[in-house]
């Protein structure tokens, strides 16, 4: 990547921007780096044209952006920044390099050993995803990609699902993945469990692994789709009795009857050279994902973590995605800070006392101002001050109203808190000149 490179391919002064790796029907995915690291990353980027004109694409990458913060694994492509422009939206993401699995089976079967390895690894990952209520619906060694050490991590949530798009019923009723690794309950159209269906796709990528070829193979895609409704497949001469008889409980064409991640865990074939080979143990969670408490009791140790949507939607008109999104929070009220959060919360209380407001903490993160009215019959105005963390080195800062008159408030944020607090405020919603400096 030369000069010239830089100047026409930097990601808003932050990331260089190299060769494609890769492209999908939606996004590109560029090899870049970080500017200030000097490592290398790989930038998804969407044109936001392109997802105003496909219905369901904003909710999708919305998700996608919710499950990749949330299921932080070893054996899952991190997801290391979200940004956007007029234009486009960047994910910014670790860059694996060892390419797909696909690759590695496409040579043909892998030894028992080193299949047993991924299969390992994979299942450690599905596990942390499954309980944290994620479900990936698209496993195949085409969405597995291998590091620079040879390990395993999970890629493309763009199709995954969360606990509340089930229906009345707690299942999922959305048909998608891909037909060769589809289990045959999402295939039936009748509802079906995310995790146990991803289990059916575990199964199948254990047995390609092993075979190098797909259990369920038919030039018809219609005999295809009977083979798997009927689970209906033949193991071949190779195979140890161990690992026929694990891909036997997995690909059960009743979801009810099929092995869980726990036994999974305990079959003889998974458990064999345990002691050299399994995984590293699932991370604690990461301190902005607490189990639910009162929030009375709640002892943050970090900030919440802020919707990267939301972030994106309300830095500046460049960021602006309020075309696309549902979003009416009113410009002024939200800025974004490189500051530590609780360096941020001690200059929003003394902001807030020099500016005559009562002042109290009302969570480690959260600060609750009081202004008395000038006269008796206007309601005091009280306004609310929140921190979130965006990014690991990006807080954002929400304020809103509780009571008091509109105006009131308006004038508060524009022409008081914004003098006062200039010098930790990185940016404030409806700032313009932001451009990504990237050619399109």
């Not at 059916?200 to 070829?213: D, E, H, N, Q, T």
């Not at 497949?233 to 409980?249: E, G, K, M, V």
């Not at 973590?305 to 500046?316: M, T, V, W």
Request: hydrophobic share 40%.
């Amino acid at each position: 990547m030369g000069k010239e490179s830089e100047t026409r391919n930097l990601v808003l002064g932050k990331y260089e921007m190299g060769r494609v790796l890769g492209k999908g029907t939606f996004a590109k995915v560029y090899l870049g780096r970080d500017l200030r690291t000097r490592e290398s990353v790989a930038i998804k980027v969407i044109h936001k044209d392109r997802i105003r004109r496909e219905a369901g694409m904003a909710e999708q990458i919305e998700r996608e952006i919710s499950v990749m913060r949330l299921v932080r694994h070893h054996h899952v492509v991190e997801l290391r920044e979200v940004m956007a422009t007029r234009s486009r939206i960047f994910f910014v993401m670790e860059y694996v390099r060892g390419g797909e699995l696909f690759a590695r089976v496409a040579r043909g079967a892998l030894p028992e050993d080193q299949a047993r390895r991924y299969f390992r690894q994979l299942i450690s990952a599905v596990d942390f995803c499954h309980r944290r209520g994620v479900s990936h619906r698209d496993l195949k060694p085409e969405n597995l990609l291998l590091d620079h050490d040879g390990n395993l991590k999970v890629s493309d949530f763009g199709l995954s699902a969360l606990p509340e798009q089930r229906r009345h019923d707690g299942l999922l009723h959305t048909q998608c993945g891909t037909p060769t690794y589809v289990a045959p309950e999402v295939l039936r159209r009748r509802g079906y469990d995310g995790a146990k269906a991803d289990l059916w796709s575990c199964g199948v990528i254990l047995y390609v692994l092993l075979a190098g070829f797909l259990p369920f193979r038919e030039e018809n895609m219609m005999r295809m789709y009977c083979k798997v409704l009927k689970a209906e497949y033949q193991t071949p001469p190779w195979f140890s009795r161990d690992a026929c008889r694990l891909i036997s409980l997995l690909l059960v064409a009743n979801p009810e009857n099929r092995i869980s991640i726990p036994a999974i865990m305990e079959h003889p074939w998974f458990k064999k050279g345990a002691c050299s080979q399994n995984p590293p143990p699932l991370p604690t969670p990461p301190p902005q994902l607490p189990p639910p408490v009162d929030e009375d009791e709640q002892k943050a140790v970090s900030p919440k973590f802020y919707n990267a949507f939301e972030f994106i939607s309300s830095l500046s008109s460049g960021f602006d995605l309020s075309s696309l999104f549902d979003n009416r929070r009113p410009a002024g009220t939200v800025f974004t800070s490189s500051s530590p959060a609780a360096a941020i919360v001690e200059r929003l209380e003394r902001a807030g006392r020099g500016l005559g407001f009562d002042v109290r903490r009302a969570k480690p993160y959260k600060v609750k101002m009081e202004r008395k009215g000038g006269e008796g019959w206007r309601q005091p105005l009280e306004v609310t001050a929140e921190v979130f963390e965006a990014a690991v080195t990006v807080a954002v800062v929400e304020l809103s109203k509780d009571s008091g008159e509109s105006s009131e408030f308006t004038e508060l944020c524009e022409e008081e808190l914004r003098p006062a607090l200039k010098d930790i405020v990185w940016a404030w919603q409806g700032a313009t000149n932001v451009d990504d400096g990237v050619e399109e």
